[in-house]
């Protein structure tokens, strides 16, 4: 192999790793994510109902259920209303691809759990 194609060869194998990692760095720093909190001032059962309720008016159609937990998921974006009773804390949590748009969806989501006050 003469040293022009061993050149050109070097060169295309160099570039490679870097093309690789060139979809990555196009898709941004990663997942946006926000949260807030407030102090749980209702029962357990109805910081609930508020959560599901938010999660609802924001458009995030039906809700998930866990221990602690009502979140909605809708076009790769997660939102989480979490009630803690015995920390006496309400959690509101939002992420996805944007940080601003999941910025957004947080505090519209805190402010719909105040509106059911």
Same mark, same amino acid.
């Given at each position: 192999? /003469?040293?022009?194609?061993? %050149?050109?060869?070097? =060169?295309?194998?160099? *570039?490679?790793?870097? !093309? $690789?990692?060139?979809?990555?760095?196009?898709?941004?720093?990663?997942?946006?994510?926000?949260? /807030?909190?407030?102090?749980? %001032?209702?029962?357990? =059962?109805?910081?609930? *109902?508020?959560?599901? !309720? $938010?999660?609802?008016?924001?458009?995030?159609?039906?809700?998930?259920?866990?221990?602690?937990?009502?979140?909605?998921?809708?076009?790769?974006?997660?939102?989480?209303?979490?009630?803690?009773?015995?920390?006496?804390?309400?959690?509101?949590?939002?992420?996805?691809?944007?940080?601003?748009?999941?910025?957004?969806?947080?505090?519209?989501?805190?402010?719909?759990?105040?509106?059911?006050?």
């Amino acid at each position: 192999m /003469d040293f022009r194609k061993f %050149t050109i060869l070097a =060169a295309i194998a160099a *570039a490679l790793p870097t !093309a $690789a990692a060139a979809p990555a760095f196009a898709l941004g720093d990663g997942p946006g994510i926000a949260s /807030d909190w407030a102090d749980l %001032t209702v029962p357990q =059962a109805e910081c609930f *109902a508020r959560g599901e !309720a $938010a999660i609802q008016r924001i458009g995030f159609g039906e809700v998930e259920r866990t221990k602690y937990s009502r979140f909605g998921t809708r076009e790769g974006y997660t939102v989480s209303v979490r009630c803690i009773e015995e920390k006496r804390i309400v959690l509101f949590m939002a992420s996805g691809r944007d940080r601003k748009q999941a910025q957004s969806l947080q505090l519209d989501l805190h402010r719909n759990y105040l509106k059911a006050q």
